[in-house]
């Protein structure tokens, strides 16, 4: 990990996920610019014995395999350095709800470790002994920590200097300013007898700014009252 932009190290047992969709559209031109760099490394290549065995059953019993604290730790030091500044994530279920102002810190930063589990998780003492911080992209269970990891790298690197076309269009987005974004509209004028609001097409950019402002507080109000905090 060298030089400026953003430096995601991604642990993972199936490193021909990546760069998978992030290899595409506006996260795959600003890859292939150098704008943000993508180091897939792969745990089973510090994995014990002949078949580099990376999991063990779960000391206590219970169903499934972990993944071994002392396999993790290897493959975490050799990617990333006891004086390597980027954030240790390890993508849970269990983590850090994953939202729009830690996405915004992560992209004002230097990149990330990210660790993606697999089975019923890893040893808990590599959590502790890494410092690892757990973060969960929502309340369902997936499989493996690969799409997650997927899903922050997205959100994170369109927000990075120079990926979206219309810099304006990260700051009107949802969740910024703490509101749903309003409805967008665009050509044809009238589609299944359904016309785009007067207002829209009547170049009055002050009535404009409001009709949004208030479209996107009662579209708030509605589905995400839990976001306006009152
Ligand atoms: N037994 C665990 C779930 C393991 S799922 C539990 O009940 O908490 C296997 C792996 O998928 C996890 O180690 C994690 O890396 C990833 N994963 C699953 N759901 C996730 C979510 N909502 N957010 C982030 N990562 C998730």
């Not at 897939?40 to 604290?69: E, K, L, Q, S």
């Not at 922050?152 to 990075?160: E, S």
């Amino acid at each position: 990990m060298t030089g400026p932009g953003f430096h995601a190290s991604v642990l993972t047992l199936y490193p021909e996920m990546f760069p998978g969709p992030l290899g595409v559209s506006l996260c795959g031109e600003a890859l292939a610019r150098g704008t943000w760099s993508l180091e897939p490394r792969d745990i089973r290549a510090f994995g014990r014995g002949r078949h580099r065995a990376v999991d063990d059953t779960p000391a206590g019993g219970g169903p499934g395999m972990v993944i071994r604290a002392d396999v993790l730790a290897e493959a975490i030091d050799a990617a990333a350095p006891g004086d390597d500044p980027r954030p240790r994530l390890l993508m849970s279920p269990r983590g850090r709800p994953l939202r729009q102002d830690f996405v915004r810190e992560l992209a004002a930063g230097p990149g990330a470790l990210i660790v993606c589990g697999r089975f019923e998780g890893v040893d808990e003492r590599v959590i502790e002994g890494r410092d690892l911080v757990e973060v969960s992209i929502g309340d369902y269970v997936l499989s493996g920590g690969e799409i997650a990891a997927m899903v922050l790298l997205d959100a994170v690197v369109r927000l990075l200097p120079g990926v979206m076309g219309a810099a304006a269009s990260g700051e009107e987005e949802s969740f910024e300013g703490g509101l749903l974004e309003y409805p967008h509209y665009t050509r044809p004028r009238e589609w299944e007898g359904r016309a785009i609001p007067d207002v829209l097409l009547s170049g009055d950019h002050g009535r404009i700014a409001r009709f949004r402002r208030d479209a996107a507080r009662a579209l708030t109000r509605a589905r995400r009252p839990d976001l306006l905090g009152d």
